[in-house]
């Protein structure tokens, strides 16, 4: 009998990479998609261009935000669950 869980240990590792490096791997990436695009220079404050990125990298950067927030979300709700747990029925008289 070895006393390392090694079926535990390797859920731990893995899920603490992707939640650890992960999430903010992810969130580079949507910033990274949110940087691309065409490039316009304004002269001045008072001009009509749009700067921004492509229609794709947008797209793409709110893919990627939106998994970040679901993470943040599904982690909140974890930790309410762990602490309010399900009532158990009232025992029968």
């Not at 921004?52 to 669950?81: K, N, T």
Request: hydrophobic share 55%.
């Amino acid at each position: 009998m070895s006393w390392i869980n090694y079926s535990a240990l390797w859920k731990i590792v893995v899920f603490g990479l992707l939640a650890g490096a992960g999430l903010p791997a992810i969130f580079a990436g949507g910033l990274f998609a949110l940087s691309k695009g065409p490039r316009v220079r304004t002269a001045g404050a008072d001009s009509d261009a749009l700067v921004g990125g492509s229609v794709a990298g947008m797209i793409i950067g709110a893919i990627c935000f939106l998994i970040v927030l679901a993470a943040i979300g599904w982690g909140i709700y974890e930790v309410y669950q762990i602490g309010h747990p399900a009532p158990t029925p009232a025992p029968k008289k």
